[in-house]
């Protein structure tokens, strides 16, 4: 008849050196924050803009777009509707979402799509002076598809299209924060085309 062998003594200072590497774990990450925060380090945070009065052209607020853009600049900049003063003028000249299928199943049913969101817009100061040219910028993502599920693909669809506008609304705020503004653009009023 086989003995089975005892089972292994635990130290009794075992659970003491656990804790003791946990509080060095947290030591260490302590030590690291107080250094990091000694040599001037710091998260960055939300830049500044160099204007605070925007006037929004070509961005319905009926629209996810327009909302986005409204909620990630009102709390930055005024947002003003001629005829008040404003400073910068941002137009959103054309947005689209397209879908582009890649791939189909053998009986000729979407398998794959590409969800594509583009957006052309410019930055100008209220006389007219140009800060940023008109850009195009692209953001996409793909979207395998299932007929037997068509009602959830199209909910996912929706949503995979409400984060890329997320995404270009950052992209432009980041473009927005680079921009310098001349001293000379006051506050005065764009005027119409054909105005004298």
């Known amino acids: 008849m086989e003995r089975a062998a005892p089972a292994p003594m635990r130290s009794p200072t075992a659970p003491r050196r656990l804790v003791v590497r946990r509080m060095a774990g947290l030591l260490g990450l302590g030590n690291a924050a107080l250094w990091l925060s000694a040599c001037?380090?710091?998260?960055?945070?939300?830049?500044?803009?160099?204007?605070?009065?925007?006037?929004?052209?070509?961005?319905?607020?009926?629209?996810?777009?327009?909302?986005?853009?409204?909620?990630?600049?009102?709390?930055?900049?005024?947002?003003?509707?001629?005829?008040?003063?404003?400073?910068?003028?941002?137009?959103?000249?054309?947005?689209?979402?397209?879908?582009?299928?890649?791939?189909?199943?053998?009986a000729g049913?979407?398998?794959?799509?590409?969800?594509?969101?583009?957006?052309?817009?410019?930055?100008?100061?209220?006389?007219?002076?140009?800060?940023?040219?008109?850009?195009?910028?692209?953001?996409?993502?793909?979207?395998?598809?299932?007929?037997?599920?068509?009602?959830?693909?199209?909910r996912e669809e929706e949503e995979i299209f409400r984060v890329l506008e997320r995404d270009m609304v950052l992209q432009i705020v980041r473009r927005l924060e680079s921009v310098v503004l001349p001293p000379a653009s006051g506050t005065s009023i764009p005027k119409p085309a054909g105005a004298p």
């Open 40 to 106: 001037g380090f710091k998260l960055r945070g939300a830049a500044s803009l160099s204007f605070s009065r925007l006037q929004l052209v070509g961005a319905p607020a009926a629209t996810p777009l327009g909302r986005e853009l409204r909620q990630q600049l009102g709390s930055r900049v005024q947002l003003l509707e001629p005829p008040a003063p404003v400073q910068v003028v941002l137009r959103l000249e054309s947005a689209q979402r397209e879908k582009i299928v890649t791939g189909l199943t053998t």
């Open 109 to 154: 049913l979407v398998r794959e799509l590409v969800l594509r969101l583009r957006l052309r817009f410019s930055l100008s100061t209220a006389q007219g002076r140009v800060l940023i040219e008109p850009t195009d910028l692209v953001l996409q993502r793909d979207l395998s598809t299932n007929e037997s599920a068509a009602l959830a693909k199209a």
